[in-house]
């Protein structure tokens, strides 16, 4: 094609101008002369900035040498640094193939672990790379392997032992031993395939995280020195990493990470636009915090409200003066209920499309009719209508399972997403009544009624169930000690709720 036509320029710089100039349309393939670090000899770097379908636009460059063959390619992020780290965990079993072809995307910032050989590939080992399960692997071994000889010959000891481990990591490589992958990135542009999307995959695990300062200043922040914790003498890095938690969480919400974000990140406009139409701030108070991406001083407004048919929400919403980031949240108010909820909606006319959705980041989605399922965590939390949480969980798949829709695809596979997003659109226009269910553990999300009693919708219902104990655990309830607290409260004659 015209526009993937091969540009000469003359230095990086030009290569940088001509991109950026570039990132609203197809972008060419540009090259440039450099230097090999193997001959000394000029050979060529290849640029080309395009859209993988996980993050948005990244840019690939590629070298080569004529002279000496030597070869070697790269994958820096171009898009923004996610609001929250993230961290993946594939189970791969042994004897299955398959697993080791799943695609990685693993970006500059990211850490690769098998916590069974006790090996970690730290993100200066293995830059940006887009490769799978196998390659890194092998990658890792062939680096390993390099320099085998020359140990031999100065530190016979060492090199036994990773010929030793070699061999497990060998083992793990063909699929001979089971492992656990650990892909871990800070920035949150790292990816791991889940080739069953979008149904759920049993042997994937994806979490989101907070960055705590240290993280922040890798990232190129700028941070407080006064937030970063040095471990003192004999302090295990875990109990460092504990107090930099206990810092960053408010007072009451250690070891419930997950009960005091029970309604997270959405866009301002959609949040006001929803709940004010129910009721407007008395008060907005205003105090100090810290920007959740430079981790510099800001300022957060909040106000509290209560949906009707709900409970009672705090709105909170932050700017920041230095790097421009914004955010907003909405917490639950009260405590955290004994009970998580499953709300059904049964959507049968085009007015149900237009119904209120307050999706926590605790809260699963599910569309039987599509055989959709999304765990909780996905999407984040959101203030949207049906038809918004809908279009958004066909934009998300898009962009995330985009890998889907390659040359590599067999036909099978690429019809059944094609038939996939037909039905999604048919949901959509209403061609056929469909249902939409909610399941959150902490019971903070919410569809609004078509009535003004919600008894009388008879398509929505609510439905309270006890939380396992594993539920609890991923949330930070088993881990909660408020003994202290209730021996206070009985002190003082004050009965504890």
Known sequence: MESNK?????????????????????????????????????????????SIPHFRKVLLSAFECPHCGERNNEVQFAGEIQPRGCHYRLAVQSGDEKMFNRQVVKSESATIKIPELDFEIPPEAQRGSLSTVEGILVRAIDGLQALQ?????????????????????????????????????????????NPFAPSPDLSLSIKFYDRTPEQQALLGYLVDSSQIIEPTAGASMEEASNAVNQIRQAHGSVGAVAGQRAIAQSNSAEMAEALFRYSAPEEVMTFPSTCGACAIKCETRMFVTRIPYFQEVIVMASTCDACGYRNSEMKPGGRIPEKGKRITLRVKNIN??????????????????????LASGTLGGIVTTVEGLITKISESLERVHGFTFGDSLDDSKKNKWLDFKARLSKILSMAEPWTLILDDALANSFIAPATDDIKDDHQLMFEEYERSWEQNDELGLNDMDTSSADAAYNSTGVMSM
Do not use: H, W
């Not at 940088?16 to 393939?29: G, T």
């Not at 481990?165 to 001979?176: D, H, I, N, P, S």
């Open 6 to 50: 091969e540009k000469l320029v003359d230095d990086v710089g030009s290569v940088v101008e001509a991109i950026s100039a570039d990132v609203e349309n197809a972008a060419p393939l540009y090259q440039v002369e450099s230097l090999c670090m193997r001959c000394t000899r000029n050979g060529t770097t290849r640029f080309l900035l395009t």
């Open 149 to 193: 000889e020359e140990r031999k010959k100065v530190d016979p000891q060492t090199a036994e032992a990773i010929d030793q481990f070699l061999l497990k990591l060998r083992a793990c490589a063909t699929g001979e031993s089971p492992f656990t992958f650990i892909l871990d990135d800070p920035a949150g542009n790292s990816f791991i395939e």
């Open 352 to 373: 149900d499309l237009s119904r209120d959705v307050i999706k926590s980041d605790t809260a699963s989605v599910r569309v039987p009719e599509l055989d959709l399922e």
